[in-house]
Structures are given as structure tokens and as C-alpha cells.
């Protein structure tokens, strides 16, 4: 397991590109998802996707606070509710930025293995896998910004 560095929008365009679904389920990909579990708890973020680390693959990893949720291939099957919030990225660090995103979400997905996942997610863990999907199609959350916010979280750190 390592830590990879994790691409700054801005800096790398492949951060605006969709990624491909995973078609080998293998040691490599079992590799990618230890290192981006490693690479999202050693920033101290609550998720991150493969192409942040520069591979077009689509896979997440994501952790808000319940233990760790891999996701293979996701889509987003339903979503319900509305809410605006907060969010940063690590791929856009120091930046935070309201998006309106939906309250509850279903994914469904593949394991590190390949079989079939159902993922429910509300509030937080709903965001959160919207935020990430999002990565995987090469957008970033500014994309849908409301309002930045970060001045407001720069003053609440003082």
C-alpha cells in the first residue's frame, strides 16, 4: 500500500475527463483501491476518486466516519431530497463552496471482487458518493458551486 499524490485541478486536465469502467478485477485493482484508502485517510478527506490520483478507472473510495466503503463501477440508481451544503476537495485544497446536492441516495455498484453492491446513503454519505461520482465524469464540485464559502471557513479556523 502507498500514498499517491493526488492530482490539484487546475494543474492536470485529466481531472476533466470521464473515467472507464473497470473491466479486470484483479490484484491491480485491489492495489488502487488500498492505495486510495491509504492516499483519502493520509490527506484526511472523506473520500476520493481514482482519477484524482491519475487513473481513468471508475472507482471510489469513500469514508464519512462509519468505516470504509469501496465502489466499482457506480451508478446512481434513485435520489431524493434536497440540500445545500459546504463541501472542499482534495484536489482543489484550501477552497470550500455550497452545492446543492440530494439528501438521500442508492448506488449501485461492484466490490473489489466483482460482485454486485447496493449502497444506501443519506445526508452526509449521500453527498458525499455524489461528490465522488461526479469526479468520475470530470466534474468538480465548483462546477456546481452556489456560493464560495471560503473566506467564512478561513475565519471559523482563527
Do not use: W
Request: aromatic share 4%.
Amino acid at each position: 500500500m502507498a500514498i499517491r499524490k493526488i492530482l490539484i485541478f487546475g494543474e492536470d486536465d485529466i481531472l476533466r475527463k470521464h473515467s472507464r469502467p473497470v473491466e479486470k478485477f484483479d490484484k491491480r485493482l485491489g492495489m488502487l483501491l488500498d492505495d486510495m484508502a491509504d492516499t483519502m485517510y493520509h490527506a484526511d478527506g472523506a473520500g476520493l476518486a481514482a482519477v484524482q490520483v491519475g487513473v481513468l478507472k471508475r472507482c471510489v473510495v469513500i469514508d464519512v466516519g462509519d468505516g470504509l466503503i469501496e465502489l466499482v463501477n457506480p451508478v446512481i440508481v434513485e435520489s431524493s431530497g434536497a440540500a445545500v451544503n459546504p463541501e472542499g476537495c482534495l484536489s482543489i485544497p484550501g477552497r470550500r463552496c455550497t452545492v446543492e446536492r440530494p439528501t438521500h441516495v442508492v448506488v449501485r455498484a461492484q466490490d473489489r471482487k466483482g460482485r454486485a453492491i447496493e449502497l444506501t446513503g443519506d445526508e452526509f454519505l449521500a453527498m458525499a458518493v455524489c461528490h465522488e461520482l461526479d469526479h468520475l465524469d470530470g466534474i468538480v464540485y465548483t462546477d456546481k458551486m452556489i456560493e464560495d464559502v471560503t473566506d467564512q471557513f478561513d475565519q471559523e479556523k482563527k
